[in-house]
Each structure stands twice: as C-alpha cells, then as structure tokens.
C-alpha cells in the first residue's frame, strides 16, 4: 500500500512565525555565490552575473583560454552609530568569486564588459576555430 503524506506549504510558515521566536544574534552571514545566466548566442557567449552593493571599480574579470573567472568585493559603507542597536545583520560584505569554463575558447582581446543596476553583462566572442593543418611527412 503506498504511503501517502499531507503536505500543508503554510504549516511550516506559520509554525515558524507564532512557535519559534526570532533569532535576533549577530550571526555572520554566509558568503553568497554569484547567480549567473550564460547563453550561447551563436559567434559570442553573453553572460549575466548578479552583483548587488558592488562598485563596478571593484570588479574584476580574467578570461584565459575558456576560462572566465569573476572576482568581486563588497564593501561596509557605514557605520554603526552610538546609541543604535543593531538587531539583525545579514547583508553580506566581503570578497566572492566565481569561475566557469566554456565550450570553446574565448577572443579575450574582443570581449566586452558592462556593470550596470548591480547585473555585470559579459560579452565573450568566440576564437574564430583554426583550420586544420595536415603535416607533410618527410
């Protein structure tokens, strides 16, 4: 006989909000990953990398061979004043990275990056593929 279970999506929502209290410790926040979406577009590999609360000054990004690697810093703009109490920290500040590798190499000397709303867009032209060259054998 199979067994069958009731899944309610707002038990769990509402178990949480009116049973456990909040957590208000300083509790460090995770490092977040950089959330991509990369699409072949024929000739070129357009690549959009969310970066929110960076400044595109500190950004940066190598491309060798296939290889792209995405390296970013965020940093704590201001401070806590005296008499504020802070009861909840979780906004990120710190150092992420990210790096992929594409099916074909990349024409590093044509690609072209833009940052703009906290979303850094890639534009990586493919290497036109060299032609095959047959060895003479002597």
Not at 52 to 77: C, T
């Amino acid at each position: 006989m199979a067994n069958i279970t009731r899944i309610d999506p707002f038990d769990d929502l509402f178990r949480g909000f009116f049973v456990r209290p909040v957590d208000f410790n300083n509790t460090p926040a995770q490092p977040p990953s950089i959330k991509m979406d990369v699409k072949d577009q024929g000739e070129t590999y357009l690549v959009h990398a969310e970066l929110p609360g960076v400044k595109k000054e500190d950004i940066h990004v190598v491309v060798e061979g296939s290889q792209v690697s995405i390296s970013a810093e965020s940093k704590r703009e201001s401070e806590v004043k005296e008499g504020d109490r802070v009861l909840r920290a979780e906004r990120y500040f710190g150092s992420v990275s990210r790096s992929f590798q594409l099916e074909q190499e990349l024409d590093d000397s044509k690609a072209v990056a833009k940052f703009n709303d906290g979303v850094l867009e890639l534009t990586l032209p493919k290497r036109a593929a060299s032609p095959t060259k047959r060895l003479a054998i002597s």
